[in-house]
């Protein structure tokens, strides 16, 4: 079962970020430029990391956190 690429729309929010634009990545592949809602980081992250809760917000964020 081959499943269809996952594309994720401008202004969609996942924890604290939301999506601003899609890039290319070499290392990576295609991966998705998010704003963090604290207004400090930009984040790249692709859209399983996204949408399965990997990535929820900026390394400020993480580190205020602790």
Same mark, same amino acid.
């Given at each position: 079962?081959?499943?269809? @690429?996952? %594309?994720?729309?401008?202004?969609? +929010?996942?924890? #604290?970020? %939301?999506?601003?634009? #899609?890039?290319?990545?070499?290392?990576?592949? @295609? %991966?998705?430029?998010?704003?963090?809602?604290?207004?400090? #980081?930009?984040?790249?992250? #692709?859209?399983?990391?996204?949408? +399965?809760?990997?990535?929820?917000?900026?390394?400020?964020?993480? +580190?205020?956190? +602790?």
């Amino acid at each position: 079962m081959i499943l269809a @690429p996952v %594309t994720l729309e401008h202004g969609e +929010r996942y924890g #604290k970020l %939301t999506v601003l634009e #899609k890039v290319i990545s070499k290392e990576r592949g @295609p %991966t998705y430029k998010c704003g963090c809602s604290c207004g400090f #980081k930009y984040v790249f992250a #692709k859209a399983s990391e996204l949408m +399965r809760g990997r990535v929820k917000s900026c390394l400020g964020c993480k +580190r205020a956190q +602790r």
